[in-house]
């Protein structure tokens, strides 16, 4: 079963602008990751925050993630149509060393 | 250094038929996993394989799937006979431990069609 849910299941922007995805998840985690989906191709991982973290950077990306709130967000500065994909969240459950992922938010970034 | 390889890349079969997937993990990853993924979702554990030990595969529908690890390395996941439902991805993925987090690699899957 899935872990959690993404929020929105899909985003439609303009290239340039920012986009937010937000991840609710379950249970307690070590970490929680961010993939990348493009159309059948397979997972690539983004970006990883541990669960003593509260904040990431790396590049266009910016993870923040609330354990109190068993919730974490995704932004993308500044997108390119290259960055149309969908985009999972992931978690690595305390106890269970096997990812369980969200269902998804499906990006579109208009050129 | 190569990925995660899987094969095939697409398979269409009728239903009642058997198929079988194949998946070469990255060299030294101890721990493989297959994952289900259906359109739209997001991937889900069907099981987990410690070296040649299946560790957690209380997801996997064992009236019709099965999967082997021959020798903690390359593995096979088959499904006999397969249903219109089982049509979905694939993914096959191998892990290791890195300074406190353990990584994951995917494979780009197998694409299945039940016809």
């Known amino acids: 079963s899935q872990q959690g849910e993404e929020d929105p299941q899909a985003l439609s922007i303009q290239e340039g602008e920012n986009a937010t995805m937000n991840c609710s998840y379950k249970?307690?985690?070590?970490?929680l990751q961010w993939y990348r989906q493009n159309s059948g191709r397979g997972l690539v991982h983004l970006i990883l925050?541990?669960?003593?973290?509260r904040e990431k950077h790396s590049g266009r990306l910016r993870v923040t993630l609330d354990t109190s709130k068993k919730s974490s967000s995704l932004l993308i500065t500044a997108s390119r149509a290259a960055d149309t994909a969908s985009y999972f969240c992931a978690t690595d459950p305390t106890g269970r060393r096997a990812l369980t992922f969200g269902s998804g938010t499906r990006l579109q970034v208009q050129p | 250094e190569a990925g995660v390889v899987q094969s095939p890349r697409y398979k269409i079969i009728e239903k009642k038929q058997p198929v079988a997937f194949w998946c070469n993990p990255i060299s030294g990853h101890n721990t493989l996993y297959w994952y289900r993924q259906n359109l739209g979702q997001g991937p889900e554990l069907l099981i987990r394989y410690e070296n040649e030990e299946a560790v957690d595969d209380s997801q996997l529908p064992k009236d019709r799937f099965s999967a082997e690890r021959l020798k903690g390395v390359d593995s096979t996941l088959k499904i006999q006979p397969a249903e219109l439902g089982d049509s979905a991805v694939y993914l096959c993925?191998?892990?290791?431990?890195?300074?406190?987090?353990?990584?994951?690699?995917f494979g780009s899957g197998t694409r299945l069609t039940v016809v």
């Open positions: 249970t307690s985690i070590n970490n």
């Open positions: 993925a191998s892990s290791s431990k890195g300074q406190d987090v353990y990584g994951y690699t």
């Open positions: 925050i541990r669960s003593n973290e």
